[in-house]
């Protein structure tokens, strides 16, 4: 059974044995960027069909608001940045709660896809969706609405989608993001680099939107994170070396822990928390993939 434990006798072989059992604990994590890369590209998973009394009323898309900035990133990605939010930069690879609309650039009047129009944003890691995605939303600001004009090669490619994204389709979102797992690092470590696949020894505190504490962990008593324990957690400490630390801000979508996941103070699910959280030590289950982000194209 997994628990705080001293770090005195030794992380790598206690990884060994949650290694084991990790796989087991809940979805395949969000940041395994590797499987992604392979797996067909998707835009985000649309919300469950809820039923006709329960449906929520379609909302209007933003698509005549003006271009505050426009850049064009490597492959022939535009971004074009409507309305600069408030709140914390979405980084690379994080889990995001946005709207979206998703039309054809041959026919902006065919659309394919909205959450506008269902009336409900959607929760998804950008790990999972098309490389649109994945370079065009890192850089917003919760709250922010940016439009994203995608090359066929960063979306569907050749194969294109269903019946209604033909082969070759270049393809433009609005994009709004609504809430997502977003961080400030508060120190730069100088270790091993946290993966996408790592159990990670951290000291922590865990408080919900009225500043109560609701978990927490110290040096001398650690916890022991490992892969598909949280999903906000996971997303959130990808990035961090050994000796860092970082606050970090969790929406209630992406706030969960799987019932066979260690939870000795029955941290609370599904509401928003913010983590301020030191990497003591980290045990890699993949090599960590050094962060990039997008340039602009000269």
């Avoid at 389709?169 to 270790?191: K, N, Q």
């Avoid at 919900?208 to 916890?223: L, M, Q, W």
């Amino acid at each position: 059974m997994l628990s705080r434990a001293s770090v005195s006798g030794g992380l790598i072989g206690l990884a060994l044995g949650l290694a084991l059992v990790a796989p087991a604990l809940a979805e395949p994590p969000a940041g395994d960027k590797s499987a992604a890369a392979q797996s067909s590209p998707q835009t985000p998973p649309p919300a469950p069909e809820p039923k006709e009394e329960m449906a929520p009323k379609a909302l209007p898309v933003p698509l005549d608001l003006p271009v505050i900035e426009k850049k064009e990133l490597e492959g022939g990605l535009i971004i074009e940045d409507l309305k600069i939010g408030s709140g914390l930069e979405v980084r690379p690879g994080a889990s995001v709660f946005a709207h979206y609309h998703g039309m054809l650039k041959s026919d902006l009047t065919k659309v394919f896809d909205s959450s506008y129009q269902r009336g409900e944003p959607a929760a998804f890691p950008l790990s999972g969706v098309i490389q649109g995605w994945q370079k065009g939303v890192p850089g917003m600001k919760i709250g922010g609405i940016r439009r994203l004009t995608i090359p066929a090669a960063m979306g569907y490619g050749e194969r294109g989608s269903g019946d209604k994204i033909p082969p070759n389709s270049d393809l433009v979102f609005i994009v709004e993001v609504v809430d997502a797992v977003a961080y400030e690092d508060i120190t730069e470590g100088t270790g091993e680099l946290v993966g996408s696949r790592a159990i990670v020894v951290a000291a922590f505190t865990m408080k919900d939107a009225e500043g109560k504490e609701v978990d927490s962990a110290t040096k001398e008593n650690p916890f022991i994170w490992v892969p598909g324990e949280n999903n906000g957690i996971t997303s959130g400490i990808e990035g961090m070396k050994v000796g860092g630390k970082r606050k970090i801000r969790i929406p209630a979508q992406f706030n969960f822990t799987p019932p066979n996941a260690p939870n000795p103070k029955n941290r609370p699910n599904n509401v928003a928390v913010d983590v301020e959280i030191e990497v003591l030590q980290v045990k890699n289950l993949v090599p960590p993939t050094p962060p990039a982000s997008a340039a602009p194209k000269k």
